[in-house]
């Protein structure tokens, strides 16, 4: 990236403070889907794991409102590795450069669309020439519980990105109230985004709001 464009274009240096509200779906991955699904860049592993899906809309950021779906994989504690974004799309210009130069997220510009009825919202994503889209049903009635980055351990929050021969190492701080998820269901995922609905969904929650702190993340060249 020119100094030019560095200059120009990314003016809003972290931290970064976020205000929103998201939806966080926790998948169990069998071997063979991890297999299946090596272009999306997850982490290999022989016995399966977690990761969480997250589908967020921030209301109020540097850079202004934008939406965003990210994959954050959760490697093993045994393999002694830091989580990672391997793939994540946002809705604006702004937030895909600042994304990228500043914490190495391989952020990706994507169109977000949005339908909301009753408890149920729908998202329909669309990257290049492909559409995909999410359904999520949240309860009528759901206790909400409270959730502070603060009483998780550090080792927990640690994210590990590699772009452009860098090293990007940071930790999100983040406090809201969460409430227990229905249901989620994806279609036509195809090349775009692994499909979901072939891995076990485990309990989800939906996040009426939250608020975000992106810290300076420190960066060391290959």
């Known amino acids: 990236m020119s100094e030019e464009l560095t200059t120009t274009t990314l003016r809003h240096h972290p931290p970064w403070h976020l205000q929103g509200d998201a939806f966080i779906l926790n998948y169990w991955l069998t071997p063979n889907f991890i297999k299946s699904n090596q272009a999306f860049q997850l982490a290999p592993s022989p016995l399966g ?23 954050l ?14 793939k994540i799309y946002v809705s604006t210009e702004a937030s895909m450069l600042h994304g990228q130069h500043f914490w190495g997220i391989p952020k990706q510009l994507a169109q977000f669309e949005w339908l909301i009825k009753d408890n149920v919202v729908y998202c329909n994503i669309s990257f290049g020439q492909q559409d995909m889209s999410l359904c ?5 009635h759901s206790k909400a519980f409270y959730i502070n980055s603060h009483h998780i351990p550090t080792r927990l929050l640690g994210i590990h ?59 060391e060249k290959k």
């Not at 994989?73 to 391997?86: Q, V």
């Not at 021969?165 to 985004?193: C, D, M, V």
């Open 49 to 71: 794991r977690v990761v969480q899906v997250m589908l967020v809309r921030y209301q109020e950021s540097p850079v202004g409102p934008y939406d965003e779906l990210l994959i």
């Open 73 to 86: 994989d959760h490697p093993l504690m045994s393999k002694r590795r830091l989580s990672s974004i391997p």
């Open 136 to 140: 999520l049903q949240k309860y009528k």
């Open 161 to 219: 990105q590699t772009w452009q021969g860098l090293h990007y190492q940071f930790s999100p701080q983040f406090r809201g109230k969460l409430s227990k998820l229905k249901q989620a269901s994806w279609k036509n995922t195809l090349e775009i985004f692994p499909d979901f609905s072939q891995a076990k969904y485990l309990q989800s929650f939906y996040v009426p709001e939250f608020r975000l702190i992106l810290p300076t993340a420190k960066i």
